[in-house]
């Protein structure tokens, strides 16, 4: 199986042994994103700004893959507080502006750095 390794650095650099995202056979996969500001490497308090700044990590994969978030087909969305939910939810929203693809959202006991969310998805790739 041929696979395309998708690397930038507008996005956070992976914290482990694996990779930003991977293209094969039209289908990108992203790797879950924390909610790291990428103006100074921190991770904001607020549950919505993190969500918010994970869904600009995916983004600037994305477009470093060649694709946008109008081709994301699912989402997975961990949190380690369910009581989150409503507030990812409105920042989730805004982002997709009604385009919305299919989700997941579960919680965990703990995210790495602490965070409060992280946000993974699979994406068409040309």
Known sequence: MAKEIISTDQ???????????VKSHGIL?????????????????TVEKQAENSLK????????????KTKILKTTI???DMEDFGKVNEVY???????????????VKELPKAAKVEIECMAEAE
């Not at 996969?29 to 308090?45: A, H, K, T, W, Y």
């Not at 982002?95 to 299919?102: D, I, L, R, T, V």
């Open 93 to 107: 929203g805004v982002f997709f502006e009604g385009q919305n693809p299919a989700r997941s959202c579960v919680a």
């Open 29 to 45: 996969f992203v790797s879950g994103q924390l909610g790291f500001d990428m103006s100074d490497g921190s991770i904001p308090e």
């Open 78 to 80: 961990f949190l380690t």
């Open 11 to 21: 996005a956070p650099a992976a914290i482990g042994p694996y990779v930003q995202a």
């Open 57 to 68: 990590n995916l983004e600037s994969i994305l477009k470093a893959a060649g694709s946008d």
